[in-house]
Each structure stands twice: as C-alpha cells, then as structure tokens.
C-alpha cells in the first residue's frame, strides 16, 4: 500500500493554506486508482482519465435485497425508483403543506398493509388515491432528472441487486461540483411523494419479468443453493403479495438504516482533480453523520450430497443450466473459477468452445459465475440441437467439466488465459463506465482495492496442477440442474393494477432549490470537432486497395479491417458463408488448430456482415499482428469445405429462425418493425427458403469467402505501427487478382409511405402488452430535421425528464418503459421516421394509446424545460469527445449520409441558434398530424381487438409472416 499527497490548486497559485490529502494507492495499478475516506467513513474510489472531459460517476450503497426486510421484499429495489422524486427541498413547492399529506399517505399504507379485508382494503386505497393526487399539486415532477440534464449529464439511472444500490451518472468534468451539490441534495433525506403512480410502474416491471425464462432459471438455482440465505429466500423484484403492500415505514428506516455514510462510495473515473474531488465531497457531504451498519449475519447453507433437478416452463428455447455453490467473492475460490470458466469458454479457445460448440455437437454452450460478498456460484449453460435432449446436453456439458477435473487440457492454456485477462484489463481500461464498474465491484464485495488489484498476479502464479487439484475437490454431484422447457408457464403471478386516479403534473413548476441552482452557472468547455481529412491518413496500395489510417495513441492494441462493399442484401449465400466459416479448416489447420493459436497470440479474428458490407477482422496484441496477418491470409488462400460442417450449420440456422420466433425483442423491433417499414419483401425477410438451404454445395460457400479477395475493397488500420510499415506489410501479405472485380450491388427497398393509419395485431403470449407506432416521414435524408431531432427528442420523448415519461409514466403510471424517437436515417437515399413505444398491461390500452397520441398531436410546450433540453444538448457536445478508435467509424457514417464533416458541428450551432418557436415549428411541419402503423403485440385473448380497430384498418399477421417463414 501506498500514500500519495495532494495539494488542492486554486486557479494557477497554491493556495497558501494548502490542503494535503493522503491518497491510498497501490503500486503498477493499471488505473491509477487513488482512495480517500472522510472522517465520517464516506470513501471514494478516484481514477483520472483525461481522454475526454467528463466523469462517469457511482454513488454506491452496500445494500441490497438481501437487507429487504423479509415481510417487505422488494423494498430496495423500489427506494432506488423512489431516490429520483426528491427532497423536503428539491421537487416540492410547499413542504409544509406536502409533508402533512405525505405522513397520511404513510400512515393510509400501514393500515393498508395491516387489514385482511379486500373490502377494507380497497377502501383504505381510495383514500391513499385521493390525498395523492392532492399532493401532487405540490410537487415539481422529475425536478432531480431535469437538473442532472441541464448541467449534461448523460446515462443517468440506477440498479438494485442482492448487496447493492448504485446511482449512476456521466457528466461533463466542469460541472463536477453542481453534481456534488445535487447528490448531497438528493441523499440527505427521502421524499416519498408520488409513490402510488411510482408503484405501478414497479408492477409494470415485475410483470414484465414474468417473460423473462432466465430470471426463472435463475431464481431456481438460487432457492436450491441458498435455502435459508437471502439470496435464495428473497427476489431483488419482490414478491406479489408485497409489493401490494408495501410499507413506507420500512422504506425510511432502510434509507435511515443504510444509507450512511460509511456504507457508502462516490466512485469516479474521467478527467478531474483527485485533490478538488476530495475537497467537494467535504464541502457538500462531509456533514453526513455516520451510524453503526447492523452486521449482515446468516447461517451456512447445507452441503448438496447429489444431484438436485428442478424445472421451470417458459415460451422461450428449451435450455439447461447446471450450477455449483463456493465460497465468497473474496476468497481464493474465485481465483480459480475465474480460471476454470475460461478455460471452459472465451468465446475461442476454451473447451466448451472447441469440442461443443466448433464441432457443432450444442447449438450453444457457455459456463458462468456469480460473485457474490458471502457466496459464489459457478454454472455451465446449453442449447440443444434440433432432435437433441436437454439430458444429452448436460451430459456433454459434464463431460468438459470432468476433463478439467483429470488434466485434460494443454498447459500453456493457462498462461493463454492470463494473458486474455490483462487483454481485457487494458481494453477495458479506456473506457471510464468500465473503470468505475471494477471500483464499484471491489466496494460492494468488500475486497480492498489492493488485493483486487492483485488478483491477476495471484491467478498467474496458479498452475494447471492447482487448477486440477481444485476442480477434483470442488466439482462433484454437488450441483443444481435446471431445465428450462418450452411449454406455457401456469404459474405466472401478475400483480393486478389497483384504481388510480392520473396525477396532474406542474410541468412548468419548480422548486426554491432548483431556482437557485440554475441560478449558478459553471464555465463552458470548448467543443472540439474533428476534422476528419487529418485525422485519418489516406493512401492506396498498389494493388489498387484503399487504406485508412488512424493511430492508437493509448496503448499497444490494433485493429485491422478488410471492408468489403457487399453483405447479405447483395447475395444471400454471403451472409450463411459467414456462418459456415468459423467452422473451417485449412490444408494446414484444423479449425480449433487456428483457434488456440489465435487465442496463444492474444488475437481474435471475426467475420462478420450486415444488409450491405461484409467485414474481416483482426485485433489483438500488436506485438504479434505480423503473424495473424500472415495466419488471416493463409486461412483466406487454404480453407477447405466440409459437407457434414454445411449441413449442420443449415440445421442449426433453422432451428435459430425458429427459436428467433420465440424471442419478444427480436419479434417486435426486427420483424414488425421491418414488416411496418418494408410490408412482406423486406432487408429482413431476405433470406434463403429451408428448400434453398438444403440445395447448397459446401465448395460453393467455401468459394464465397475464398473470392471475396478478388472483390473491390478497402483496408483499415488502427494501432501503432508507422503508416509506411503497415503499407510495406499488407503489400508483402494481402495478395489479390488485379483487377478486382466490381462489388455485387445490394437489393434495394421500398420504404412504404404511411398515408392511412392502420393496426399490425400479432398474437403472441406475453403478460403485457407491447404497443409500438412507425410513421415514415421525408423519404430523404433531410439535414434540418436531423439538426433539430436531437432537441424533439431530448425534449419530447426519451429521457426521465421527457413530456413523454413524465406522462405515460409519472403521471398516469400506463408503462415502465415508454419513448418517443426521431430518427434520421443512416444513408443519404432512406427516409426519417419517428416511432414511438408503450409496453403496458393490456387493460390500460384505452388509456395508453389515446394519451400517447395526444402527447404527439398536441405536444405540451413548456418553456424552462425546452430550455434545459437545449442546454443539455450542448453541455454534452461541448464535453464529448470522439475517441481516435471511433473516428474513422463515425467518418464513415457521415459520409454515408454524403458528408465528410463532423456532424456534430452542425448540431451544435444549431442548437445555439434554436428557440422555442424553432421546436415548436419543428412539430407542426413534421410531427402534428402524422398517420401511423400500430404494432400491437399481446396474447389474442387479453387485448380487445374491436377496440384496435377504432384507430385504424385492423390487420392480424401471423409469425410466419412478418418472418418470411
């Protein structure tokens, strides 16, 4: 352990009391983390990045669900929702009048709670009701979200988990001390004011859990490994029956129990001063006074002497998932699990990776942990094959296990594996949210910064005779398996909406505190705006090849990308070569042969493609790119086919389709979505027929990517090596046929015209209801709608803050997720769009969908907040930087729209200029009025069709046709 001392610099002079800090810090940390704690016990967690000025900030608690009070579980999860309604200062326009209401609406819920009676019950509820929506009146909602947003503030939101409560924020690096003095606001005390409409949406978010197969999956794991331990007892979503009941007694005491500060961490990476940071945190939380933490105690969990099985049903793909109890995240068993997974699975080289998934014995195979402050988990998950049992799937899942378990993996695996993890530490490194998330994990688990800095020492110096050692002891039948079979679920619970009334929002109000603290200003940083003429150096080879240039300035990484100007939409086949690929060898290698030796070089290598490019990728260790590129070269001249390789990707391709019929997500913003846009001939739908699968030759496919050479392409480069040696290598190694032949043009579309409003009804069975309207607008890309989109959108629907939220939301409690979105399009010749979403139960459709079409018919102009959008937007841009491995991405976007400026620099200037009547223009001409598609997705039987109908032509489609299969 180390000490550094700082000194806190007031402008260019030391001050001349000076300051000294004694940092805690430990030597050859890779983030330079540097650790203070207040005398009140406040610790911080500070790691400067000067890439870019902003800070990705935690506040963290170390509660979770597992304090949940048992007869109340739920309860944190829900005081997080209840961290953004503010104070007895922020978010209220007369304390003394809400507080009053407030304190019956606390006590209404304690009777509430009390009483056995439904009648009672829902008479004690009308009340709660009633006093609600009068307090309401005194509050200014969303005021937390809307200040955080004016000073530019970005990824705002928070999570639950069994032993955490983290707030997150990315803000400008200017603005450091108006966000202290707003989080010192927001976690002196807890206002629960709109609590019952908060409520809601909390049971809009355990219903929509009830979707979820993996969060059954693993809560049976957990009930069988922790019988009596949080835990397994306890869900972070709560139960049903207590979230109806929920006590604000409790709430408070959690708050006042927990949220102290010696439970608590500011956690910070980006650029500051560590010194300033210490000196903040005194000013604005150095008066929080400390209080004893109650211990966490808890029983040890009984040993599993064999095998336990459990099933669970659920509409999504069969799986099984087996799992091993260990001990805590701290101890040394965590060293070796982490090892072992990757042994097991790195996604390359691993034995899952190898013999199940590379010789296509699983349709997916994977093993896991979790790290938890008083226990471990270790599991092995998998898929099967079509006509393949989740039986023979544990089997083989078993069968890798046990080769850890007798040795039977090479030893110069292990050092591979070490190596992969310091990869991934240093590309991690460069980013701050990742940073933050590694400081955050040492906090909640109670391992101190030294030792979690050292664990990649103490893994290296494990052996593969350790690792066997380990495996033979701890890996036996003491395990859970868990089957998760494709059958409907009988035993959803759903939390049923009791009678609200909609909350009047004071949509223009504010409090005292939040006119004071947009009374005070920070300085503005200087926007910088990349030229990308410089910043990428240009030539072209001599084979006619373009290359693009860009260095990395950071560390000892690279990027190399053959960019072909062709994918799926320019030939089928391309896209399932890309699929069959992975799985080929070479007159020299076998597949896994080139795997392990990629992975032995600390490289990966990835094909991939979308509707119009196709893309080979190599990155790594710079240190050994010479030998990928020559391993890449070899492999694009040698691969040789395998028939029984093609015919189990076609067979795992159609068993994909199906499954992809099974997933709500992909249903709704893939297939509907295209299906709204394009109708039945779709870039989605583009694919080939199980007939035309089933006629392809294994040459022909091998041949597609064999040839792509030959094609018309491009080269990027992103590391250290000098332009010329780059030059010099890829003119020793990438040979090609001149001339190359020209690109196979991609199949264009028609982008439907949205005259006429009409309803897409899909049955599909969900608890809720998922309601998604596409209207097409100017079928060109239109740059003063994209300069002001970003305004609409900051404004009107996304974002906390938005009218949007704060409606559908806030006020009336219809979704847990909801948004509107103004979208360009991403090429010169494709249309705008707006689309906007609401998932909700399917009895509040009638409100849902009419307040959401008034909201964008007639959207509420409010000027203070039209105001902070605008500001936000440019406190953002002034403090985002494009990092040196995103430029030439970002350059490419931009000239597919026909510009080769940064973009950005027009938003900017715009969003300077803007005003009210501006936005206020911007939704006469391109929002008002507008017909839309409504995507209704839901089970037939819950949602009304007649009522559907009343907004336009009702047309039911089937899976098959929005799939094309």
Known sequence: ?????????????????????????????????????????????????????????????????????????????????????????????????????????????????????????????????????????????????????????????????????????????????????????????????????????VYEEFNINQDKDNRKVNTAIREVLFPSHPYGTQTTIGSAEHLRTPSQVNIQRYFQTYYVPNNMAIVMAGDFDPAEVVKLAEKYFGNYQSKPVPPFTFEPQPPLTQPAHRVVYGQEPSLVMLAWRFDQAKSDDTLYLGLIRSLLFNDQAGLLDLNLNQQQKVLESEAWFWFYEDYSVFGLYGKPRQGQTLEEVKDLLLGELNKICRGEFDEWMVEAVTTDFKLGQVMASESNDARVNAMTSSFILGIDWEHYTRRQADIAKITKAQIVEFAQKHFSDNYVEVQKVQAEDSNVTKVEKPIITAVELNRDAISSYAQSFLETTAPSLEPVFVDFETAIESTILSSGIPLDYVRNPNNSLFRLDYIFPMGKNSDRKLGLAVQYFPYLGTDRYSSADLQRELFRLGLSFDV????????????????????????????????????????????????????????????????????????????????????????????????QIKTLNGFEHKIYYYGQFPMQEIVRLLETHHHVSTPLKKAIPSRQYNQLETKENQVVFLDFPIVQTDVMLVSKGTPRFNMDEHLMSDLFNDYFGLGLSSIVFQEIRESKALAYSTYAYYSSPRKRDWAHYLQAYVGTQPDKLSDAIPTFLQLLNEMPVVESQIEHARQAILKRIESERIIPSRVYWQARANRELGYSTDLRRDIYQRTEQARIRDLVSFHEEYVRGRAYKFLVMGSKSQVDLNYLEGFGTLKEVSLEEVFGY
């Open 1 to 201: 352990m180390h000490y550094i001392t700082c000194c806190f610099k007031k402008g260019e002079e030391m001050m001349d009391a000076k300051i000294q800090y004694a940092f805690k810090t430990v030597p050859d940390d890779l983030l330079k983390v540097q650790r203070y704690t207040l005398p009140n016990g406040l610790q911080l967690f500070l790691s400067v990045n000067k890439n870019e000025p902003r800070v990705f900030t935690n506040i963290v608690v170390r509660a979770g669900s597992k304090q949940d009070p048992p007869e109340t579980t739920g309860l944190a999860h829900y005081m997080e929702h209840m961290l953004f309604k503010g104070t007895s200062k922020m978010g209220t326009l007369d304390w003394e009048k809400e507080s009053a209401l407030l304190e019956q609406i606390s006590d209404l819920y304690e009777a509430h709670r009390a009483t056995q009676d439904d009648a009672e019950r829902r008479r004690i509820y009308a009340e709660i009701d009633r006093i609600s929506f009068e307090a309401a009146k005194l509050s200014a909602p969303s005021e937390y979200d809307k200040l955080v947003s004016n000073i530019g503030g970005r990824a705002t939101n928070a999570y639950t988990w069994v032993e955490q409560t983290v707030y997150v924020n990315d803000i400008p690096s200017n603005e450091l001390e108006r966000w202290m003095k707003l989080e010192s606001e927001r976690f002196r005390m807890m206002a629960l004011r709109l609590f019952h409409t908060e409520l809601e949406t």
């Open 608 to 703: 991939s493609n979308d509707d119009d490019y196709t893309y080979m990728s190599l990155s790594g260790l710079e240190d050994n790119m010479v030998k990928g590129l020559e391993l890449l070269e070899h492999i694009l001249a040698n691969l040789k086919p395998d028939a029984t390789i093609l015919k189990n990707v076609i067979s795992d391709t159609l068993t994909h389709r199906e499954n992809a019929k099974k997933d709500r997500n992909l249903v709704l913003r893939n297939a509907l979505s295209n299906y709204a846009r394009y109708g039945d001939d779709s870039p989605f739908t583009y694919r080939l027929s199980a007939a035309e699968l089933s006629q392809l030759e294994a040459d022909e496919l091998c041949n």
